[in-house]
């Protein structure tokens, strides 16, 4: 399971999630996830990173979802 939480407001266009831990003593791997919409709202772009001991991001996966 998987939890995320934004530390800010969705601006209509943006939002960044973060990984929360269930158990805060086992808090697991350093994760986000970024989505933003593109083409005028047609496209939701959808990334999740891995966060190395160093803050260093590394793409995981790259979900594109296209409005119909």
């Known amino acids: 399971m998987s939890i995320r939480q934004s530390d800010g407001t969705f601006d209509g266009r943006?939002?960044?999630?973060?990984?929360?831990?269930i158990?805060?003593?086992?808090?697991g791997r350093k994760t986000v996830a970024r989505a933003h919409l593109e083409e005028d709202g047609?496209?939701?772009l959808h990334?999740?990173?891995?966060i190395d001991d160093k803050g260093q991001e590394r793409m995981m996966i790259e979900l594109r979802m296209t409005r119909q």
């Open 14 to 21: 943006n939002i960044v999630l973060w990984a929360t831990s």
């Open 23 to 27: 158990d805060p003593d086992k808090p």
């Open 42 to 44: 047609h496209l939701l």
């Open 47 to 50: 990334r999740h990173y891995l």
